[in-house]
């Protein structure tokens, strides 16, 4: 697990290569397999291919998702905060298990943080993205994952490089020795 974790980097350029349906399938069954407060599974998730709909999708928030135009695939993670109170995480964990199935099957993946930004002046990015995709009202986007064959490489993260001083022990102060 920690050798995945160190490979897990977000990546913003991608092949011109479609995905086979197993590699969707497989992204979709990690996501669904997610746990969740009470098992009330408050997610919903939207697998979009269309190049036309992930050119809008992009346009979603005035910085950070212009990459999703080139991503063969992006899955929008939405959810009902009237299922649990605890949407966010709930919604969160199967993002996280989304990018993590990604990189053991050799993909690339980037969160698009949606859920408190906006698309312009006006209009959250959330209901940008819900009247794109003709989301039912009761849904909040959380993100985009951008999923994809990876058209640039980064080097895994370095253990060294890892904040220990954000680690502490017993009480907040006391440092925890790796």
Not at 51 to 79: D, R, T
Not at 93 to 114: K, R, Y
Not at 148 to 177: C, I, M, R, W
């Amino acid at each position: 697990m920690l050798d995945l974790l160190r490979k897990r980097r977000s990546i913003r350029k991608f092949q011109d290569k479609k995905l086979e349906a197993e590699q969707i399938e497989q992204l979709v069954r990690a996501a669904l397999l997610a746990p969740s407060s009470r098992a009330r599974r408050p997610w919903e998730f939207v697998l979009v291919e269309d190049k036309e709909l992930l050119a809008k999708l992009a346009l979603c928030k005035e910085h950070g998702a212009s990459f999703l135009a080139e991503a063969p695939l992006g899955i929008v993670v939405a959810a009902d905060p009237g299922k649990c109170d605890v949407w966010v995480e709930d919604s969160s964990i199967c993002t996280l298990l989304l990018h993590l199935q990604a990189v053991s099957m050799g993909l690339g993946s980037c969160w698009i943080q949606v859920r408190e930004r906006w698309h312009d002046d006006h209009q959250t990015s959330s209901n940008y993205i819900k009247q794109l995709l003709r989301l039912p009202d009761q849904l909040q986007v959380l993100a985009i994952v951008a999923v994809g064959y990876p058209a640039e490489q980064k080097a895994p993260n370095d253990d060294s490089k890892l904040p220990y001083n954000k680690v502490h022990y017993n009480t907040f102060g006391n440092s925890f020795a790796n």
